[in-house]
Nanobody
């Protein structure tokens, strides 16, 4: 019903920057929290950053002070600005959103994007 599409990944040198974008599209929905997760081979998917509908933000300790999550509600878009990237940041980054649908019976579900690869070389 609701599709999330990430973009902005790529290959960068350590110390470089990337900005990821995620756009939600579909019919008759609203979004609560939005978040970025990442998963490297052999590792569990981990929460990187989260932003509520009111703009409150939370970050994993490993990215705090380097990454910034933001959102544009009018565009149904969430961003992740990544600065001072490290090789340890190499992973596939996934967008996540809590989606609410229905006008009478409220239905809540999680939506996931397909992921965008971020590779940081040393």
């Amino acid at each position: 019903q609701v599709q999330l599409v990430e973009s902005g990944g790529g290959l960068v040198q350590a110390g470089g920057s990337l900005k990821l974008s995620c756009v939600a599209s579909g019919s008759s929905f609203s979004i609560n929290a939005m978040a970025w997760y990442r998963q490297a081979p052999g590792h569990q998917r981990e929460l990187v950053a989260l932003i509520t509908s009111a703009g409150a933000r939370n970050y994993a300790d490993s990215v705090k002070d380097r990454f910034t999550i933001s959102r544009d509600n009018a565009k149904n878009t969430v961003y992740l600005q990544m600065n001072n990237l490290k090789p340890e940041d190499t992973a596939k980054y996934f967008c996540n959103a809590e989606i609410v649908t229905g006008s009478f019976l409220r239905l809540t579900s999680q939506a996931w994007g397909q992921g965008t690869q971020v590779t940081v070389s040393s």
